[in-house]
């Protein structure tokens, strides 16, 4: 499949979050990432339900919800009313992830389970038929504009071959760190979904940088 990009706005200007919607709107992008923080699961605190609300309200794009929080069962109704299109859960958040997983396909939406940097893929073999998409987090999730790990390239590789084995349909996104420098290797390693904030956002003109992540990737990808 061709690779998607979701820009994430967690590094948008929060004081003109719409015109920053607007700008996605107009870019090549495919999704908006929007990341949920609770100051607990992560040391950081993002947005609530209102400013989920107000960027639905002017998003053209799929809201990519990634809930960085603690027990997100609690919440999962209330981001589908939000807009939520897609709902990423925590492996090391949810204690029933496959009563949550389903919950989340119930409501309609794609249903994603991410992995902080320290665990391994192989905890997903046995849901990852459920599954519509994993999130492989290439920093430790909390905050932008941190170093790439690594070992990332190894993950994407491993979750590539479980998703060969079962789901051969199935989304990897990657999440922190990307940008023009390990764009092609992360597609090649498995990715088909570079989430980037930062590198979008930083950028002189955001809308060329979304393109050329759109535009990365050469030859085929095993």
């Known amino acids: 499949m061709n690779h998607l990009i979701a820009p994430s706005i967690l590094a948008a200007d929060f004081a003109n979050l719409q015109r920053d919607i607007e700008l996605i709107n107009k870019s090549d992008a495919d999704w908006i990432h929007v990341d949920i923080m609770d100051g607990m699961f992560v040391p950081n605190i993002s947005f609530g339900f209102p400013v989920v609300n107000a960027v639905n309200k002017y998003a053209t794009k799929p809201l990519d919800v990634h809930l960085m929080i603690v027990d997100p069962d609690r919440y999962l109704n209330n981001f589908k009313e939000a807009g939520a299109s897609g709902m990423t859960v925590h492996y090391e958040a949810c204690p029933n992830l496959h009563r949550t997983v389903q919950h989340i396909k119930e409501l309609g939406c794609r249903a994603c389970v991410a992995?902080?940097?320290?665990?391994?893929?192989?905890?997903?073999?046995?849901?990852?038929?459920?599954?519509?998409?994993?999130?492989?987090?290439?920093?430790?999730?909390?905050?932008?504009?941190?170093?790439?790990?690594?070992n990332t390239y190894k993950k994407l590789k491993d979750i590539k071959a479980?998703?060969?084995?079962?789901?051969?349909?199935?989304?990897?996104?990657?999440?922190?760190?990307?940008?023009?420098?390990?764009?092609?290797?992360?597609?090649?390693?498995?990715?088909?979904?570079?989430?980037?904030?930062?590198s979008v956002f930083s950028a002189p003109d955001p809308l060329v940088a979304i393109t050329n992540l759109k535009k990365s990737g050469s030859g085929s990808r095993s």
């Open 115 to 150: 992995l902080n940097p320290h665990t391994p893929v192989a905890v997903l073999e046995d849901i990852i038929l459920d599954l519509d998409m994993v999130l492989i987090m290439s920093v430790n999730p909390g905050f932008g504009g941190q170093k790439f790990i690594e």
């Open 162 to 198: 479980l998703a060969r084995r079962y789901n051969p349909e199935l989304y990897i996104e990657v999440d922190g760190g990307v940008d023009m420098s390990n764009a092609d290797k992360l597609l090649d390693a498995g990715a088909n979904v570079l989430v980037a904030g930062n």
